[in-house]
């Protein structure tokens, strides 16, 4: 029994596969494609263990296609074009149905490397399907994201979660010849964290580390032998977002310790460098924001560094910014602020620009009115004129309520001064 569990069980048709229904439902975005062979070029963007191999091996297989794998981790661009070369010989064969070429971790491909795959991907000389578990608008080149489609797959749910495991237990090999009673599944569920190759590999571990014939899973039998097999960290997967979430609520806690704990353990691990950065980024305005609106220029400049000079010295400048992050006052009224812009924006929709406040470049614009009665807010004293810029609809709301800390409350002062009791500052 070389083969772990979820490799083992893994589907190979798309009846069979689980979960993703809002891609390969009966109405999913893929379904047809699918059914027709008519296969785009796409990224797959989603957790770990949520099925992205899997499912470019079943395109693959359900559309008769042949079908190349490479791994960012270990390829080059000379593995690229060896398996070009090998799709547009194939090409002459199958000209109707490129061969597909299933890259996994693309975000770990430098720009030369994703360049390498454009005319390839331009003239339909292969079917680029990439798998990402980054956000591909920041780890894709715009020249090959402008040539995909993004599709996003979701963590599985605990129904999803629960049919792998039942079908674990009655068509694995191995494990179908034991007697296994699922009698609580809370524990292996959480610890799974919506990752089926995990819920897998713990299901494996705890069957294996039984002598009996009867296994009975209960939440306390799960947590006793997992806490004996504590599983080292996994930037690929297993901790990866577990860790991300302890050093974010920690910074976002104002905990510049257990901030720089958490950030040691993504650094003895391998994490990369510019996931740490990013995140950061994204804190600086999400918690912090108009409390302190150098924490955002700070956080730029570590994920500018750390991308050019990586590890190991990127350690000390994510910690500069970790302990700078972490001490810094809190705000998330800017997060707030456009939650609640959005919000209103659905619920009412594309509603009309004001015509005095509208860009009047024709003189046909003009005489329609455009940009009439627009005053000028330099014009006026304090260089503040009291107009409105929201449509008429919505006139008067307020997104934007500063949070109680010296920068933002001198803002609302500022703002009080010129609107009066208009918003309620």
Known sequence: MNKPLAERLRPKTLKDYVSQTHLVGKNGALTQHIKRGLIPSMIFWGPPGTGKTTLASIIALESERPFYTLSAINSGVKDIRDIINKAKQNGELFSSKSPILFIDEIHRFSKSQQDSLLQAVEKGWITLIGATTENPSFEVISALLSRCQVYILNSFDKNDLETLLKRAITQDEYISKKTVILKETSSLLRLSGGDARKLLNIFELIINSQDSEEIIITDEVVLHIIQNNT?????????????????????RGSDPNAAVYWLARMVEGGEDVKFIARRLLILASEDIGNANPTALVIANNTFQAVSAIGYPESRIILSQCTTYLACSPKSNSV????????KVIKETGDLSVPLEIRNAPTKLMKELGYGDNYKYAHSFENDFANQEFMPDSIKGSVFYDPGNNSREIAYREFLKKRWKDKYGY
């Open 231 to 251: 599983m080292h960290y996994d930037k690929a997967g297993d901790q990866h977002y577990d860790i991300i979430s302890a050093f974010i609520k920690s910074i």
């Open 335 to 342: 997060y707030k602020a456009i939650n609640k812009a959005q």
